[in-house]
């Protein structure tokens, strides 16, 4: 792929759709739609996440993924899985064309000269060329250097596009502020028990930045896969709880990407593009709404003392 079409991208726009298709590697592919980032580049609009999946199980459950039909692939620097990723990308005979890996950088990284260094490291780890879509992992360090650093690498033709993680609407607009290119994708905690709809809005307004969910099942907190509301829903279209927090998601025009190691689970995490939620739906589910993190404040010193202080080999 040259520098040019990397930049544009390609994918399946239009339509909420779901079908079966044969890739050109042959592979029967889970069609999903496609979300256009600020740079034209398209992005799947729900991926698959490798957060906490142990390096030594990491390839398998990948492999399944893929075989599933995901053709979104997230993991990080600071998830020490990188090449587990890579060996299953590499294995699977599915086209670099057809795929979109993501991949962060983590704090003790950040600047200028460093975050190239990083970036290496990281394509290494996975056996790529290209990224599809490069983040900051936290708004901590000095990001403002890599920005500057990622810009460049995107201008290379080395990124399609570059985003961040876990920004506050304050950091972000900031840093769209003082540079050429605005994040196409802050990923950041995202569910129905913090749902982000101002932070959302502040992205669509400073750059269309398209947000990105992580933790869309808050891991189960505050019981979510037996809240009423969601079991009551669930049951008038015949679906799980996560496959309705999903479909909430992407009817909001969030980017998700859930985990799973259990095949079963990837299959159904799949299937939510045959079934739409009502608006008094929506509505119910907006009421579950706490306006807080159900893990940690990304702004409370101590945690930001924490986080800076982690290293990653």
Same mark, same amino acid.
């Given at each position: 792929?040259?520098?040019?079409?990397?930049? =544009?991208?390609?994918?399946?726009?239009?339509?909420?759709?779901?079908?079966?298709?044969? %890739?050109?590697? =042959?592979? +029967?592919?889970?069609?999903?739609?496609?979300?256009?980032?600020?740079?034209?580049?398209?992005?799947?609009?729900?991926?698959?996440?490798?957060?906490? /999946?142990?390096?030594?199980?990491?390839?398998?459950?990948?492999? !399944?993924?893929?075989?599933?039909?995901?053709?979104?692939?997230?993991?990080?620097?600071?998830? %020490? $899985?990188?090449?587990?990723?890579?060996?299953?990308?590499?294995?699977?005979?599915?086209?670099?064309?057809?795929?979109?890996?993501?991949?962060?950088?983590?704090?003790?990284?950040?600047?200028?000269?460093?975050?190239?260094?990083?970036?290496?490291?990281?394509?290494?780890?996975?056996?790529?060329?290209?990224?599809?879509?490069?983040?900051?992992?936290?708004?901590?360090? !000095?990001?403002?250097?890599?920005?500057?650093?990622?810009?460049?690498?995107?201008?290379?033709?080395?990124?399609?596009?570059?985003?961040?993680?876990?920004?506050? @609407?304050?950091?972000?607009?900031?840093?769209?502020?003082?540079?050429?290119?605005? @994040?196409?994708?802050?990923?950041?905690?995202?569910? @129905?028990?913090?749902?982000?709809?101002?932070?959302?809005?502040?992205?669509?307004?400073? =750059?269309? /930045?398209?947000?990105?969910?992580? =933790?869309?099942?808050?891991?189960?907190?505050?019981?979510?896969?037996? $809240?009423?509301?969601?079991?009551?829903?669930?049951?008038?279209?015949?679906?799980?709880?996560?496959?309705?927090?999903?479909?909430? +998601?992407?009817?909001?025009?969030?980017?998700?990407? @859930?985990?799973?190691?259990?095949?079963?689970?990837?299959?159904?995490?799949?299937?939510?593009?045959?079934?739409?939620?009502?608006?008094?739906?929506?509505?119910?589910?907006?009421?579950?709404?706490?306006?807080?993190?159900?893990?940690?404040?990304?702004?409370?010193?101590?945690?930001?003392?924490?986080?800076?202080?982690?290293? /990653?080999?």
């Amino acid at each position: 792929m040259t520098a040019a079409a990397r930049q =544009g991208g390609s994918g399946i726009t239009g339509e909420d759709r779901h079908c079966l298709l044969h %890739g050109k590697s =042959g592979f +029967l592919v889970v069609v999903t739609p496609h979300i256009t980032l600020n740079n034209g580049v398209q992005m799947p609009v729900l991926g698959f996440g490798v957060f906490q /999946v142990p390096a030594e199980q990491t390839e398998q459950v990948v492999t !399944d993924a893929l075989a599933a039909g995901y053709r979104s692939i997230d993991t990080a620097a600071s998830y %020490g $899985n990188e090449e587990a990723v890579g060996r299953a990308i590499a294995d699977s005979g599915i086209p670099r064309d057809e795929l979109f890996v993501t991949t962060k950088m983590w704090i003790q990284h950040t600047g200028e000269d460093t975050a190239k260094r990083e970036f290496d490291r990281s394509l290494r780890r996975l056996g790529l060329d290209y990224l599809d879509l490069y983040l900051i992992h936290q708004p901590m360090g !000095d990001y403002y250097s890599s920005w500057r650093a990622m810009q460049k690498l995107h201008r290379e033709g080395l990124i399609r596009a570059i985003g961040v993680s876990n920004f506050y @609407p304050d950091r972000l607009v900031d840093l769209i502020e003082h540079n050429d290119v605005a @994040p196409a994708v802050n990923q950041v905690e995202t569910h @129905p028990f913090f749902q982000r709809r101002a932070d959302q809005e502040v992205m669509r307004e400073h =750059g269309g /930045v398209r947000i990105e969910s992580w =933790g869309p099942f808050a891991e189960g907190r505050n019981d979510l896969f037996t $809240n009423p509301a969601l079991v009551e829903i669930g049951g008038a279209h015949g679906r799980s709880v996560a496959q309705v927090v999903l479909r909430w +998601l992407i009817q909001r025009d969030v980017i998700v990407i @859930p985990k799973s190691v259990r095949q079963e689970r990837m299959a159904e995490n799949l299937d939510v593009f045959d079934f739409e939620l009502t608006d008094d739906e929506m509505s119910r589910i907006a009421g579950l709404d706490t306006g807080a993190s159900a893990f940690f404040d990304h702004r409370d010193p101590a945690m930001v003392k924490w986080l800076g202080g982690r290293r /990653v080999d």
